[in-house]
């Protein structure tokens, strides 16, 4: 988000509304999301049991994590309220997709650790960036916690594409390939987003401590 805020009304943009709805939105369908992925992996009859659904609503909530501060900073509509929940409509996107995989996962440890790590992360840091906001800190994001980001929303997009091949019947050998390399893949950068996690979030810490 831009640093500067708007505060008189009648110089906002017409569509200043956009940025935020495309936010809240991004939480909304997060449900739809947890209840493909369950479908898909548990192999339950489900409206949302289905690859172009779960795979397509995650794009678009994921899309909408860059369009809503793209928009903002461009028709210069920054607000104090979505400053405060863009952050929280991430962390609850990664959390409710890291949550149904280990689901689907059945307590896998490769799956439970990272994404516990993840999860735990978030909570944490949310908590402090609220101290910090309490004693006049400010803590903005750093780089490394970008890539955090970035490495989390791949890891559960290939992650989708394993959970899919897994409810799918081998049509052929390329199937079960596929699917295989969906699930390295994914654990690969889960344990490349928890590591950054872990990391980041003691910076994070300790920048809210610190007198």
Do not use: Q
Not at 13 to 37: C, D, F, S
């Amino acid at each position: 988000m831009a640093e500067t805020l708007i505060t008189d009304p009648s110089d906002r943009h017409k569509l200043w509304w956009v940025p935020n709805a495309l936010t809240v939105g991004r939480i909304l369908v997060i449900p739809i999301i947890m209840a493909g992925i369950l479908a898909l992996g548990l192999r339950t009859e489900s409206v949302f049991a289905s690859f172009p659904i779960v795979a397509g609503v995650f794009i678009a909530a994921t899309a909408t994590d860059w369009l809503d501060g793209f928009l903002a900073r461009r028709w210069k509509v920054v607000s104090g309220f979505g400053r405060m929940i863009d952050p929280i409509a991430d962390k609850l996107l990664v959390a409710g997709c890291l949550i149904a995989l280990m689901i689907v996962a059945r307590g896998d440890w490769l799956f439970t650790v990272p994404a516990v790590a993840v999860i735990f992360r978030d909570v944490l840091v949310s908590g402090a960036r609220e101290h910090a906001a309490l004693t006049g800190k400010v803590m903005p994001p750093t780089k490394l916690a970008k890539w955090k980001t970035a490495c989390e929303m791949a890891s559960i997009a290939a992650l989708i594409v394993w959970v899919f091949g897994r409810a799918s019947l081998p049509i052929d050998d390329m199937v079960p390939s596929i699917t295989s390399a969906a699930k390295m893949i994914g654990l690969v950068l889960l344990w490349l987003a928890a590591t950054l996690s872990v990391y980041t979030g003691s910076l994070y810490l300790r920048a809210a401590v610190r007198d």
